[in-house]
């Protein structure tokens, strides 16, 4: 499956932006896929954001509950990150990720994910 991420751009604290993960699978159907947002910042490791399961279960990082939203649309093959109450620290190249046979335990762990989009760059301007 390809990814292509998108959607992410410069906002001021406390704005909203919606990225988009759009698919184009072969083989498996789209729906059958887990999907995950992770970020990374400058010097920093990848982190872990959300993911929708092929069962519409989510799984969501501590520091953006509440404030992101993790959904998927899968007659459209995308899924989508909303971010709310944006803040400087949430500025980061986001990246989305697939899996077809990751196991519940195993999401947050961004090597267990076997195939990425390019990434978006996000930057929250104080």
């Known amino acids: 499956v390809q990814l292509q991420a998108s959607g992410g751009g410069l906002v001021q604290v406390g704005d909203s932006l919606r990225l988009s993960c759009a698919a184009s699978?072969?083989?498996?159907?789209?729906?059958?896929?887990?999907v995950g947002w992770f970020r990374q910042a400058p010097g920093k490791e990848r982190e872990f954001v959300a993911t929708i399961r092929y069962n519409n279960n989510i799984v969501s990082a501590d520091s953006v509950k509440g404030r992101f939203t993790i959904s998927r649309d899968n007659a459209k093959n995308t899924v989508y990150l909303q971010m709310s109450s944006l803040k400087p620290e949430d500025t980061a190249v986001y990246y989305c990720?697939?899996?077809?046979?990751?196991?519940?335990?195993?999401?947050?762990?961004?090597?267990?994910?076997?195939?990425w989009g390019q990434g978006t760059l996000v930057t929250v301007s104080s």
């Open positions: 990720a697939a899996s077809s046979t990751i196991i519940q335990s195993s999401i947050p762990y961004h090597r267990f994910y076997d195939y």
């Open positions: 699978a072969s083989g498996r159907a789209f729906s059958r896929y887990t």
